[in-house]
């Protein structure tokens, strides 16, 4: 049963959905799973963070298959939800953040160290790690423009509509958000070698 549904749009697979077959829910995740988790996990940085708040984001979206207008594509609409995931996710942390900064000094796991690495790959692991860090001190919706342009490679219409703001928005958003990474690298680079 599930041949004929891959052919089917979005819309027909949400009526399916509705109607409780399980093969048009297994259909939609086939087609949206890969990008809704690729999406979530440039997002937050960890990939079992990104596996679990992927099938929050689908267990959520599958409960309000009722709100789906079938007029936008299915598409925009789970990244919309996921994206709300990640910003639910990210003050869930921020809370936990501020508790385990509470707790004393000695109870502190492991403190990674400043000294040179030893190779090109833990360089590049710095490197990767300053970066993320960068991307993390933005603002959300200018964080948020950044990894859906140009990481994710999400068109400057599809941003919008994810964003549920206008193109010109999304294209000021992704200005600022690179202008400041740029600020924010220069800024880490020079304390780095100061």
């Avoid at 869930?92 to 790959?121: I, Q, T, W």
Wanted: proline share 3%; glycine share 4%.
């Amino acid at each position: 049963m599930s041949a004929d549904l891959s052919q089917c749009s979005d819309e027909e697979l949400a009526v399916f959905a509705r109607a409780r077959r399980e093969d048009a829910y297994r259909e939609l995740l086939r087609r949206y799973k890969a990008g809704v988790y690729r999406l979530i996990v440039k997002q937050v940085g960890d990939a079992e963070e990104a596996m679990d708040l992927t099938q929050e984001s689908f267990v959520a979206g599958f409960s309000a298959l009722d709100r789906y207008d079938g007029d936008r594509p299915f598409r925009t609409w789970i990244a919309r939800i996921a994206l709300n995931k990640c910003r639910d996710w990210a003050r869930r942390r921020k809370v936990r953040a501020f508790f385990s900064r509470a707790l004393p000094l000695e109870s502190a796991h492991h403190v990674a160290s400043d000294g040179p690495a030893p190779d090109s790959e833990a360089t590049a692991k710095r490197e990767l790690a300053r970066v993320r860090g960068a991307i993390d001190q933005l603002p959300q919706n200018l964080r948020e423009v950044l990894l859906l342009r140009g990481v994710d490679e999400v068109s400057q219409a599809e941003a919008a509509a994810i964003l549920r703001v206008s193109e010109k928005t999304v294209e000021t958003r992704l200005y600022r958000a690179r202008t400041r990474l740029k600020e924010l690298l220069a800024g880490t680079s020079a304390r780095a070698r100061g």
